[in-house]
């Protein structure tokens, strides 16, 4: 369906690159979600397939033709993309009907077609009203709508949530992707969150500097990140350096690196590998309380817990199957 | 990792970079180039004509005029800067920081100057000083003796200027209290600093880009200027240009003149850069909040009030006072049919050029926005470059070519066809309206850019997601939003056109007549109070869009 080869965008001529040598495939229905921090080319990504960035390198294929390469561009009206933008860029001067009429009007049953997408995103009673009378979450539907309705082989929303209070983002999260997975559209999903990212995604990809880290189904990558980086987007981390291998006397492969999740720690039970430690400093954050720990060996240590009774001296520990390990 | 570095330092290889510009050039980047040659065209054939040699007189004007000359220009350049910059930036801070009896009056008062050409000002002034003037008049009625100030010369002529020009001043500086000063301003208050400690150690410092920007713009209508430096006997660069043109007859040395006028212009824009190299860009500041005006005492309110008067009264009551006691003395001999086909005739050709100027100033925008080449984002922004350049030089360079080509052509249709023509586009209406075309683009420019910016790139991006064209998204999307701007452009460049002299008086056709020349043909042969009326239409057609621009600057 997608089919990326070795994309490449710089925007100082080869100083830096936006995105470096990134290549993978979309299956047809699949929902993908990009992660990414800002500035780790999710946007350039996406606006390169969209066509409204022109690559320095590479090649992508939309539905078996090439629509972009070195030599030949198909520009953005002809490439049948919907995209959501994350400021939603509804036409201000246009009504909602209007706004979701303007991707169809030379369709047959346009107006049709355009109220039958309102009534998906549930906004039919104000398809008069112009953008500016409706709340943010309303926008983000029209958005979607209007991106829908010329049917389009691939949508892309780029960091459609960001700008929605947490309440809202959570119901509109399941909302939005309801609509998606019942109108089947293959699409691509762009945000730094995680946690939107595992909730609605087949496959996630996780870009750094430009660069593809990693490609895999959102279980997989959860349980088996191929890199620290990657294992702390999805959680609180803590590397097993050498002097905490020492202190808990686990003795790891020198040639790899290790980690441990934050979850996987266990405090005053029996484990595999334990150490006894100071509590230095107790901050309560709600769900959750910081302990600065100074462990037996001097080595300090900072780690989440849910336990509220917590001693000055506690025993800490974990087991060897919960020990990720990356080879690089 | 080697092969991944080969290959990224492989892409900007200069093979690789020319199948990219073969892939990225459209037709928007070819129509962005076609249009900046266009307006180009005047200053090459300039620099080209350089290497033809100076004119016969050329050794002359070196020897006998060159220094008075420069010595004049750089005189008005120094004491109109100080002239502009004490009227410009009291009352801006005036208006801007303190609440005083009046003061929304004379926050649009203060423009209103704008709305009087130069030389119309020279001429007013002219007859308030002179023997037998308003001033003497008002003298003898008073009983007192007559005092006689003559303003016929560079000082004067720094002095009219001034008082015409400083509105540009006035304006950039108050956009910048007025927006961008409140929050150090409170701070400085907390600290306890005093008002005008603040002032001068403050906002001074800080306005100083903004201030220097609209400093700019009046330099450049001095050196622009041809019709009061010519009234009051002034020998400029402008005034030895006309010189050499019409009274020797040497266009080469015309040119000579024309080309050191652009490299001192030039000198100027470059030192606007110069000074600005440290300032970011201002919206960082962006999220200051408007300016809290100060109430002081009754007294100083009226001193204010005064003081912010001056200006105004100097730079508008008047010059308009004078030439409307002129008008009432010349009424019936100057306003007739012939006057009123005059004027329709005028506002006909301020029309069809700022349509003209808008289309071109909307075409470079849109189309360098839609060509995928960086450069030719740059390239087009030096389209806005003619507006440095004085409209004589502008004249002279739209002279050469056009001549040039109509020669061609006549000596083409009468080879081929046999036809015998006159000459097709030099002193025709067409290259009047080119050589408008080429200095008030940045006029046009300026508005429908700032507005254009307003709307966010995501909203055509969106169209063309949906699936429509770059010219469909502009007339449905785009063209709506930026509605204002457009409209701004065309009053803009409608008033520019009606007040310009120097340009229309070397390209105007034969048969054609605009107010501003027939002003200046009046004040030219001893008829300087037939000229109120032509001036006064000028000015109060320039003067109403001015008030309606500046209602619709402060409701943004």
Redesign the interface.
């Known amino acids: 369906m997608l089919n990326i080869k070795s994309l490449s965008k710089s925007f100082d001529k080869g100083k830096s690159f936006a995105l470096k040598e990134v290549s993978f495939k979309l299956e047809k229905g699949d929902i993908c979600a990009v992660v990414g921090e800002s500035g780790s080319g999710k946007t350039t990504l996406v606006r390169l397939i969209a066509g409204l960035e022109r690559p320095d390198h590479g090649s992508i294929e939309l539905e078996g033709t090439e629509v972009s390469s070195i030599k030949k561009l198909v520009s953005p009206e002809k490439r049948k993309i919907g995209l959501v933008f994350q400021e939603y860029a509804l036409f201000p001067h246009l009504t909602l009907l209007e706004n979701v009429l303007y991707g169809i009007s030379k369709q047959k049953n346009k107006k049709q077609r355009a109220k039958e997408m309102l009534e998906l995103v549930g906004l039919t009673a104000m398809e008069n009203r112009y953008p500016h009378q409706l709340s943010g979450g309303q926008q983000q539907r029209v958005a979607l709508a209007r991106a829908l309705a010329p049917n389009p082989s691939l949508l892309i929303l780029d960091e459609p949530f960001s700008n929605l209070d947490a309440m809202l983002r959570m119901q509109l999260r399941s909302q939005v992707f309801e609509i998606i997975k019942k109108t089947g559209v293959t699409a691509i999903f762009v945000t730094h969150d995680t946690q939107d990212a595992l909730s609605v995604a087949d496959e996630i990809l996780i870009l750094q500097h430009g660069e593809v880290i990693q490609k895999d189904a959102a279980a997989n990558l959860y349980i088996k990140p191929n890199s620290v980086y990657v294992a702390s987007l999805f959680g609180n981390t803590i590397q097993l350096n050498k002097e905490l291998q020492s202190a808990f006397e686990c003795p790891l492969n020198a040639n790899c690196c290790h980690a441990i999740r934050n979850e996987s720690l266990t405090i005053n039970s029996e484990c595999e590998y334990v150490t006894y430690a100071n509590v230095l400093k107790k901050t309560f954050l709600g769900d959750n309380i910081q302990l600065l720990l100074k462990l037996d060996n001097g080595e300090q240590l900072t780690v989440l817990t849910k336990e509220r009774n917590i001693a000055d001296k506690i025993k800490i520990g974990f087991n060897s199957k919960d020990v990720l390990e990356f080879t690089s | 990792m080697m092969k ?1 570095a080969g ?3 492989n ?2 290889s200069i093979k ?1 970079r020319l ?2 510009l073969k ?2 050039s459209n037709r928007w980047s070819i129509f962005t180039l076609a249009i900046i040659l266009f307006i180009a065209l005047p200053i090459i054939s300039i620099g080209v004509k350089l290497f033809a040699g100076p004119g016969e007189t050329w050794g002359h004007i070196v020897d006998n005029l060159l220094l008075d000359y420069i010595g004049n220009s750089l005189f008005l350049v120094f004491v109109c800067s100080f002239l502009v910059l004490l009227f410009g930036v009291s009352s801006a801070w005036l208006v801007a920081r303190f609440e005083f009896p009046l003061r929304k009056q004379m926050e649009w008062l203060l423009i209103l100057p704008l709305a009087i050409p130069g030389y119309i000002v020279a001429y007013a002034y002219a007859g308030v000083f002179d023997y037998g003037g308003s001033m003497d008049l008002i003298f003898r009625w008073l009983g007192w003796d007559f005092i006689r100030i003559d303003i016929m010369n560079k000082a004067g002529l720094a002095f009219v200027l001034s008082i015409s020009l400083f509105p540009y001043v006035y304006v950039s500086s108050r956009a910048f209290f007025l927006n961008q000063a409140n929050n150090l301003l409170e701070a400085s208050t907390i600290l306890g600093v005093g008002e005008f400690k603040s002032f001068f150690k403050l906002m001074l410092p800080l306005a100083r880009p903004a201030i220097i920007a609209g400093l700019i713009l009046v330099l450049m209508e001095v050196l622009n200027d041809y019709g009061a430096a010519q009234y009051y006997g002034v020998n400029t660069f402008t005034t030895g240009i006309f010189r050499a043109w019409f009274s020797l007859e040497e266009p080469e040395t015309a040119v000579y003149l024309s080309a050191l006028l652009i490299v001192i212009v030039f000198a100027l824009i470059l030192f606007e850069k110069w000074q600005r190299r440290n300032i970011k860009v201002s919206s960082a500041r962006s999220n200051n909040t408007y300016i809290h005006r100060k109430s002081s005492s009754k007294f100083s309110q009226f001193l204010i009030l005064l003081v912010v008067l001056i200006p105004v009264v100097l730079g508008f009551f008047i010059p308009v006072l004078q030439l409307i006691y002129w008008a009432t003395l010349t009424f019936e001999k100057v306003f007739d049919l012939d006057f009123l086909m005059l004027s329709l005739q005028s506002f006909g050709i301020a029309i069809l050029t700022a349509m003209i100027t808008v289309l071109f100033a909307t075409f470079l925008i849109y189309f360098s926005k839609w060509s ?1 080449l960086g450069f030719i984002k740059n390239i087009a922004r030096m389209g806005i470059l003619g507006y440095a350049i004085p409209g004589a030089v502008i004249a002279i360079g739209i002279m050469i070519p056009t001549l040039a080509f109509d020669k061609w052509l006549i000596g083409a249709l009468d080879y081929l066809f046999s036809i015998k023509t006159g000459l097709l586009i030099n002193g025709t209406l067409v290259a009047l309206v080119y050589a408008y075309c080429v200095r008030f683009l940045a006029v046009a420019f300026n508005p429908i850019e700032s507005t254009s910016l307003k709307v ?1 790139n ?2 055509p ?9 770059n010219l469909k998204t502009f007339f ?2 785009e063209f ?2 930026i509605k204002t701007g457009i409209l701004s452009a065309l009053i803009l460049v409608f008033i520019d056109v009606l007040k310009e002299l120097p340009l229309t008086l070397i390209l105007k056709p034969f048969h054609i007549n605009t107010l501003a020349v027939k002003a200046y043909e009046y004040a030219s042969d001893e008829m300087i109070m037939e000229a109120a009326i032509p001036s006064l239409f000028i000015i109060f057609t320039a003067a109403l869009p001015v008030i309606f621009l500046n209602k619709l600057l402060i409701k943004k």
């Open positions: 991944q290959s990224s330092s892409i900007f690789y199948k990219r892939r990225d995928f966010s995501t909203i991006d969106s169209s063309k997601m949906l699936g429509v064209g449905r999307i709506p939003l």
